[in-house]
């Protein structure tokens, strides 16, 4: 397991940079960048992010802002470069570009980041006084909620579910409760997400619940562990999570249903299962004393992995559309406000984190099950 697991942590390094270096060189093509936005902002022709979701804001050439093969008369080479800059001191476009960083060529940029970020320096947001760290700091403990609650939320109610539906192999109740995860799982997330604030959250119908934020005005204020103590500021903690969470969880309840279903099946037809049963246990004894712990050990090995999951899949949309302050927020209006540090910082954290997690997924794996081999295979 050791020569296994110092594969394993070797290869992060270059599945890293090539993450990092796939997502910079599309950046370089992507329409807009941090210089148009201000070209935009300077000659008043800029838009909010929401409205430029659609395509709306492809303001310029590039986000490096490559050159075009116009050129114009004084001045005319460096507005050709960004739209909407005719009519700019070009040497003021010279210092927005050094103000971005784009005065130098793509590679020594990208090389330059990644030096950087392996002393994890990701410098400041563009477009907020502050850095890069500061504001994931702010904004993890909100993306973390989710993730943790989805998970549990997950495991809850999925695996007694699925054990349920192992015992009743075949019944009606495994099938219309097949059909029923299947068609959750269909439905997209942020799709349920929307439909929940049409109905509960004031949007047509009625509003039980609130649309937006993951505590109220009142207790803003509150510090993380003031709220921990305080009745009133948990419920209402849970109380904006309630939507969010089902619109998230909604489908992650198939694949754990399912995993559970399939590992119990594969428990019961063994041979150890007919001896407990030939020597006179009931079959909730055979079920929670035998089949169970051997059972849930893939399952229980998988959470880092499902955490994992659950921080990264929905976070975007789901955080978005209910106006939560994670991660998962903060890196869409990076991307549309096209503010790189913050975007590709994220993207490092979240990939880093991964990586390492599936490691460690691996290694739970091991702990839990020593008939596990990663040795036998090839990383």
Same mark, same amino acid.
């Given at each position: 397991?050791?020569?296994?697991?110092?594969?394993?942590?070797?290869?992060?390094?270059?599945?890293?940079?090539?993450?990092?270096?796939?997502?910079?060189?599309?950046?370089?093509?992507?329409?807009?960048?941090?210089?148009?936005?201000?070209?935009?902002?300077?000659?008043?022709?800029?838009?909010?992010?929401?409205?430029?979701?659609? *395509?709306?804001?492809?303001?310029?050439?590039?986000?490096?802002?490559?050159?075009?093969?116009?050129?114009? *008369?004084?001045?005319?080479?460096?507005?050709?470069?960004?739209?909407?800059?005719?009519?700019?001191?070009?040497?003021?476009?010279?210092?927005?570009?050094?103000?971005?960083?784009?005065?130098?060529?793509?590679?020594?940029?990208?090389?330059?980041?990644?030096?950087?970020?392996?002393?994890?320096?990701?410098?400041?947001?563009?477009?907020?006084?502050?850095?890069?760290?500061?504001?994931?700091?702010?904004?993890?403990?909100?993306?973390?909620?989710?993730?943790?609650?989805?998970?549990?939320?997950?495991?809850?109610?999925?695996?007694?579910?699925?054990?349920?539906?192992?015992?009743?192999?075949?019944?009606?109740?495994?099938?219309?409760?097949?059909?029923?995860?299947?068609?959750?799982?269909?439905?997209?997330?942020?799709?349920?997400?929307?439909?929940?604030?049409?109905?509960?959250?004031?949007?047509?119908?009625?509003?039980?619940?609130?649309?937006?934020?993951?505590?109220?005005?009142?207790?803003?204020?509150?510090?993380?562990?003031?709220?921990?103590?305080?009745?009133?500021?948990?419920?209402?903690?849970?109380?904006?999570?309630?939507?969010?969470?089902?619109?998230?969880?909604?489908?992650?309840?198939?694949?754990?249903?399912?995993?559970?279903?399939?590992?119990?099946?594969?428990?019961?037809?063994?041979?150890?299962?007919?001896?407990?049963?030939?020597?006179?246990?009931?079959?909730?004894?055979?079920?929670?004393?035998?089949?169970?712990?051997?059972?849930?050990?893939?399952?229980?090995?998988?959470?880092?992995?499902?955490?994992?999951?659950?921080?990264?899949?929905?976070?975007?949309?789901?955080?978005?559309?209910?106006?939560?302050?994670?991660?998962?927020?903060?890196?869409?209006?990076?991307?549309?406000?096209?503010?790189?540090?913050?975007?590709?910082?994220?993207?490092?954290?979240?990939?880093?984190?991964?990586?390492?997690?599936?490691?460690?997924?691996?290694?739970?794996?091991?702990?839990?099950?020593?008939?596990?081999?990663?040795?036998?295979?090839?990383?």
């Amino acid at each position: 397991m050791a020569a296994y697991l110092i594969k394993r942590i070797l290869l992060v390094f270059p599945t890293l940079f090539g993450i990092m270096l796939i997502s910079f060189a599309i950046i370089q093509f992507a329409p807009g960048g941090p210089v148009e936005r201000m070209i935009a902002q300077i000659t008043g022709t800029d838009t909010s992010a929401t409205s430029r979701i659609g *395509g709306g804001g492809g303001d310029g050439i590039s986000g490096a802002g490559a050159t075009s093969g116009q050129t114009g *008369g004084a001045g005319g080479e460096v507005a050709s470069k960004y739209r909407g800059a005719q009519g700019l001191d070009p040497e003021f476009i010279k210092e927005l570009e050094r103000q971005f960083g784009f005065d130098k060529p793509a590679h020594e940029r990208f090389l330059l980041m990644m030096g950087n970020y392996l002393t994890f320096n990701f410098g400041k947001s563009y477009y907020r006084d502050t850095s890069v760290l500061q504001l994931i700091k702010e904004k993890l403990p909100v993306s973390i909620s989710l993730g943790l609650w989805m998970t549990l939320l997950t495991y809850l109610i999925a695996i007694p579910l699925g054990i349920r539906k192992a015992v009743r192999d075949g019944t009606p109740f495994d099938v219309w409760s097949s059909t029923l995860l299947v068609l959750g799982y269909a439905v997209p997330g942020f799709l349920v997400g929307v439909l929940l604030l049409v109905l509960f959250a004031g949007g047509s119908f009625v509003q039980w619940f609130p649309s937006r934020g993951i505590i109220s005005e009142e207790f803003a204020t509150y510090t993380y562990i003031g709220c921990a103590t305080s009745t009133r500021c948990i419920a209402n903690y849970f109380w904006h999570l309630t939507l969010p969470l089902i619109a998230m969880a909604l489908g992650s309840f198939t694949t754990m249903a399912f995993l559970t279903k399939n590992s119990f099946l594969d428990e019961i037809r063994k041979q150890y299962v007919l001896t407990a049963r030939a020597k006179g246990l009931d079959e909730r004894q055979v079920l929670y004393g035998h089949v169970f712990r051997n059972a849930m050990l893939l399952i229980i090995a998988g959470f880092p992995a499902a955490f994992m999951s659950a921080f990264f899949t929905g976070a975007l949309l789901i955080e978005t559309i209910f106006s939560l302050d994670g991660l998962g927020l903060l890196g869409f209006e990076s991307v549309v406000n096209r503010d790189y540090p913050v975007v590709f910082a994220t993207m490092y954290i979240f990939a880093l984190m991964s990586l390492v997690l599936n490691i460690v997924s691996d290694f739970v794996y091991t702990l839990v099950d020593p008939r596990i081999d990663f040795e036998s295979r090839e990383v």
